[in-house]
């Protein structure tokens, strides 16, 4: 079995202004779907993700976009914040992957099944990475643990 993976890879460096106003088009001030980044700050990344990183990181100033295209499974977007996350976005502009990069990751963003059983079984611990991976959610834990969950938030096992 032979496998050929192409990928081609676009990358935009932003660092003009708090992300409020990066993900803004400039001209109507809505939130801009636009596949280009321009002078005026137009963002290559879907709405719904520039919706996401306006709601969860609105104090970030600086973020490099990244555009890969992957034969057979799309479009994805990574956005490096000048906080320190990455974050990894389908085509539809949902997130798939979260870094914190050893920072916490808000817990409004963690799905609330999975928060409910952190909280009760690893009560001071925080989560810094989360993945969502073919039906299942891997956590990463401030104390360098990984614990697997299925989709609807039901712990499955320690990774």
């Not at 676009?10 to 803004?24: C, D, F, G, S, W």
């Not at 928060?115 to 611990?125: F, G, H, M, R, V």
């Not at 969502?132 to 614990?147: A, F, G, H, P, R």
């Amino acid at each position: 079995l032979n496998l050929l993976v192409i990928s081609c890879k676009k990358e935009v460096n932003i660092t003009t202004a708090p992300a409020n106003e990066i993900l803004k088009d400039s001209t109507t001030g809505n939130i801009s779907n636009s596949a280009a980044v321009s002078e005026n700050s137009q963002n290559l990344l879907p709405a719904n993700a520039q919706s996401f990183l306006k709601t969860h990181f609105p104090e970030v100033t600086t973020m490099t976009i990244s555009e890969k295209t992957i034969p057979i499974i799309g479009k994805s977007f990574e956005a490096k914040l000048g906080n320190g996350f990455e974050i990894d976005f389908n085509e539809a502009g949902e997130w798939h992957e979260i870094d914190g990069n050893s920072q916490p990751i808000p817990a409004v963003i963690i799905p609330s099944a999975i928060n409910e059983y952190l909280s009760q079984q690893y009560k001071d611990i925080q989560v810094t990475a989360i993945d969502k991976e073919n039906k299942q959610i891997k956590v990463e834990l401030t104390n360098s643990m990984d614990l697997l969950f299925d989709n609807n938030g039901k712990f499955l096992k320690i990774d």
